[in-house]
């Protein structure tokens, strides 16, 4: 059966694609949609033309299985262009997400209409890339240049309704809306149609909102470069004519499609699609999940809770003694406030994720909990105890999980009923923002286990990522060679802040000496003590220096830096100068691109490790641990990709 078919009701003609999963653009959609403008141009039988898609969304995007292809005719904006030149107006008619080629498709039409959960964008920029059908081009002279310029240099999608508000969309449907749509076309049809978006003018701007808009989007994009093309593309669209526009936006189109920065991104982009499904789980079931307990109410435990809310599921928080349940309690209506003071939870929703927490110190309330996160304090005899209670009150099916960031998972289960219910899952802080969980089975794990932890991830939008056991797992054990390697280049005289320019200039939102200064450096220097109380040969380093000295970062108003009250911005400082002073041994002189290199191969290197113990399945494991888990720049690729390349340049 062909992908694009042909309808009629009456002299509305109803065009669908149905190319699953999400209706792609591969070639013969593009050629079966070229081939019906020709056969409904040459039919006078039809007066309109709705353009819908079958299945679960509207035209999702390119068909990424040709990414990596020399592009096949019939182009994309040739055939955005016949639509909209078409002798019949086209309709579109989307539901679920008209998103890149499928929005410049929709574009090409005179309306578009949407259900009122549907989405569009142009989400190119995520890809290393512009729009290439025209995006640029027709969504300043739709909906005016500020509302492309968020659209197309952000890549986030919007709404229907927002979109109805911006002007993207014509008419958000409710009911049925292929019905809708055919009512809409015969209505609008006695009216006057409204011109082609390439026959009308384009809007302006002045050369002031352009620079205020660069300036703003180089800030954000910390060296990403599709962003601020994007951005060059709509200003060009709006200076000059349409056909010269669209020939600049192709141009830019296909010179980020050969670039490094799409590449890596395309590398993340296919990492991330089969994190969630590893094969050796295929047929496996993973176990209902109703509901969840989180052991500890702290900085996890709360942010654990939170997460699991905004997935929907009832969580009973349990902790030590009253006051601590209601810490923990406070700790959760803190994460909802802040949530709905940056506008991504409105009041009756964090009321509503509040009420359906259960604080506690009674673990007999877990008799019927799926699911148990602990998120005690990182000590093995207080986390035993806990599953050793864990053990007594929960269903003998029920999966028991730590979020241990060090600890021996298999010591932590040691005389656990049931062991093979019993896994890792390590969170990230904050544990309702940031994406990436590890899950970390023990050899007794059974798949069941293992795939109940995958589809956790998957209800709380989490990358998954299977790590096996060592001392910080994947991401905790690059983090500690990471800031090692930092210190050995203090060491041999490299400016504590030139390493961390460095690394903001690679792409972190932050360098190692900051970043640890912000988090406390003591969590750090207490497991190195603990190692060395329990016999373990740890070599002092320049942290337990500073903080022997009581500097234990911001909250101690220094730390690798200075800080005035109030103040987040780190000020060299000369007390760690004195400090660490006798240890340093100047080395030769290295500039900001060979400290990156520097620090990005030793992740790497401590990945290469990791991966042949493996501790990690594969490279892009580790990849998206470092992205998703510790702000490594997307645009970059990750580590292992990073090196692969054999990227000695950091551009
Ligand atoms: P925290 O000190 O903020 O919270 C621990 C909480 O556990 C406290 O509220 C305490 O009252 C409670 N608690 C202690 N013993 C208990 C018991 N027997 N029953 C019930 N509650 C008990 O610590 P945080 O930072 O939340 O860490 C918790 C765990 O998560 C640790 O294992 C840590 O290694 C791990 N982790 C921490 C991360 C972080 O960035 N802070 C990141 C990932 C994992």
């Given at each position: ?46 007066s ?15 068909d ?44 090409g039409c ?91 003018p384009a ?56 670039s ?12 991330e ?50 006051a ?5 309690i406070?700790?959760?209506k ?61 269903r ?65 939008g ?34 504590i ?8 200039g ?32 740890v ?85 998206l ?5 510790y ?18 340049s950091?551009?």
């Amino acid at each position: 059966m062909s992908v694009v078919t042909i309808a009629r009701e009456g002299n509305i003609a109803v065009v669908t694609i149905d190319n699953p999963p999400v209706n792609a653009l591969s070639q013969a959609v593009r050629q079966g949609l070229l081939d019906a403008v020709t056969a409904l141009d040459g039919d006078p039988d039809v007066s309109a033309v709705v353009l819908a898609c079958a299945g679960r969304t509207f035209i999702a995007g390119a068909d990424v299985s040709e990414f990596d292809k020399p592009p096949q005719p019939p182009h994309l904006p040739d055939v955005v262009s016949a639509i909209e030149l078409a002798a019949k107006p086209w309709i579109a008619a989307i539901h679920g997400s008209a998103l890149g080629g499928g929005f410049e498709v929709a574009l090409g039409c005179r309306f578009r209409l949407a259900t009122v959960d549907a989405s569009v964008g142009l989400p190119e920029v995520t890809l290393g890339l512009v729009p290439g059908a025209g995006g640029t081009v027709r969504t300043p002279r739709l909906a005016g240049v500020e509302a492309a310029v968020d659209l197309v240099t952000t890549g986030k999608p919007v709404r229907a309704p927002r979109g109805l508000e911006l002007g993207l969309i014509d008419s958000v449907v409710e009911g049925d809306l292929r019905t809708a749509a055919i009512a809409f076309a015969r209505e609008r049809l006695v009216g006057p149609l409204p011109q082609p978006l390439s026959l009308r003018p384009a809007p302006t701007a002045p050369d002031a909102f352009w620079t205020e808009a660069e300036a703003a989007i180089a800030k954000r994009a910390k060296g990403e470069v599709a962003p601020l093309k994007a951005l060059a593309c709509l200003r060009r669209a709006t200076e000059a004519d349409f056909a010269a526009a669209m020939q600049f936006e192709r141009a830019t189109f296909l010179e980020l499609r050969a670039s490094s920065q799409a590449a890596a991104l395309r590398h993340v982009f296919f990492a991330e699609r089969a994190a969630p499904r590893p094969a050796a789980l295929s047929g496996v079931q993973a176990l209902p999940l109703r509901n969840a307990a989180v052991i500890g109410g702290g900085t996890m435990g709360a942010g654990i809770a939170a997460a699991l809310r905004d997935a929907g599921l009832p969580v009973i928080l349990i902790e030590r003694d009253n006051a601590a349940v209601e810490r923990g309690i406070a700790n959760l209506k803190d994460i909802f406030a802040s949530a709905v003071k940056r506008g991504r939870l409105t009041e009756a929703s964090a009321e509503a994720r509040l009420a359906g927490v259960l604080g506690s110190t009674d673990y007999a309330m877990l008799a019927d909990t799926d699911l148990v996160i602990e998120a005690v304090f990182e000590e093995l005899s207080v986390k035993r105890q806990v599953f050793a209670r864990l053990g007594r009150v929960c269903r003998p099916d029920a999966v028991l999980a730590t979020n241990t960031s060090y600890l021996d998972p298999r010591a932590i289960a040691e005389g656990l009923p049931n062991p093979g219910r019993f896994i890792g899952l390590h969170f990230f802080s904050p544990a309702n923002v940031m994406k990436l969980l590890e899950i970390v089975p023990t050899p007794q794990t059974t798949d069941t286990t293992l795939a109940t932890g995958f589809a956790l991830s998957r209800m709380l939008g989490k990358v998954p990522v299977r790590a096996g056991i060592c001392e910080g797992f994947i991401g905790n054990r690059i983090l500690k060679r990471y800031r090692a390697e930092a210190e050995a280049l203090v060491r041999q005289g490299v400016a504590i802040a030139a390493v961390d320019a460095a690394m903001r200039g690679y792409g972190f939102a932050m360098g190692p000496f900051e970043a640890q200064d912000l988090g406390g450096l003591d969590i750090a220097f207490l497991q190195r003590e603990g190692a060395r109380a329990a016999g373990q040969d740890v070599p002092e380093t320049l942290g337990d220096i500073l903080v022997r000295a009581g500097r234990k970062g911001q909250k101690t108003g220094g730390g690798w830096y200075d800080y005035k009250p109030g103040d987040r911005r780190p000020v060299p400082s000369d007390e760690v100068t004195r400090l660490l002073g006798a240890l340093i041994e100047p080395g030769p002189a290295l500039n900001a691109e060979a400290i990156a290199v520097h620090l990005v191969g030793a992740m790497a290197r401590e990945g290469e490790a990791i991966l042949a113990e493996g501790i990690a399945e594969k490279a892009s494991d580790i990849d998206l641990v470092e992205i998703h888990g510790y702000g490594f720049p997307r645009w970059r690729g990750g580590p292992m990709f990073h090196a692969a390349k054999g990227a000695g340049s950091s551009s």
